[in-house]
């Protein structure tokens, strides 16, 4: 159980206010400990609270974020990419046009097969930092994908 994203338990009946306040006090503190571990800042470094405070503000607020120079897809659209990257590479026997219908109606996409066509083969022409990095996960899978349906 992840002490971070579990509640401190209410008062006990048991407990006192004082003895209650103390473990809330010590349960506190040693998430803090975590917290400041989980962000990579020491406690006792100088400004460790202001970092703390930034590192959570740029986690949770986008205001707080420097916006990256490439342009990022949607996990979604990523994923998808690269099944129809994959998908037509490993249905080599057939057509490009076939293999992408056969994407389509296996996934449930929406869009044409001519939108998909030409969206494969953008992804084959862009050099973007999303493709190369979609492009050498492909790489690495494609040869235990193949293996995997020639063993069928």
Not at 122 to 146: G, V, W, Y
Request: positive net charge.
């Amino acid at each position: 159980m992840d002490p971070l994203k579990t509640p401190i338990v209410p008062r006990e009946p048991h407990e006192t206010e004082q003895e209650f306040q103390s473990r809330v006090t010590e349960e506190f503190l040693a998430n803090l400990v975590l917290l400041f571990d989980l962000f990579g800042i020491s406690p006792n470094e100088p400004d460790a609270s202001t970092k703390m405070v930034l590192a959570l503000a740029q986690k949770h607020y986008s205001g707080f974020r420097v916006r990256s120079s490439g342009n990022k897809a949607v996990p979604q659209q990523t994923a998808d990419d690269l099944i129809l990257a994959c998908g037509v590479e490993l249905r080599g026997t057939e057509s490009i046009l076939q293999a992408i219908a056969g994407l389509k109606k296996h996934n449930g996409w929406t869009q044409s097969v001519e939108t998909l066509r030409r969206r494969y083969y953008l992804l084959q022409r862009t050099k973007s930092r999303e493709h190369r990095r979609m492009a050498e996960m492909a790489a690495a899978f494609l040869p235990r994908i193949q293996e995997h349906f020639k063993a069928k």
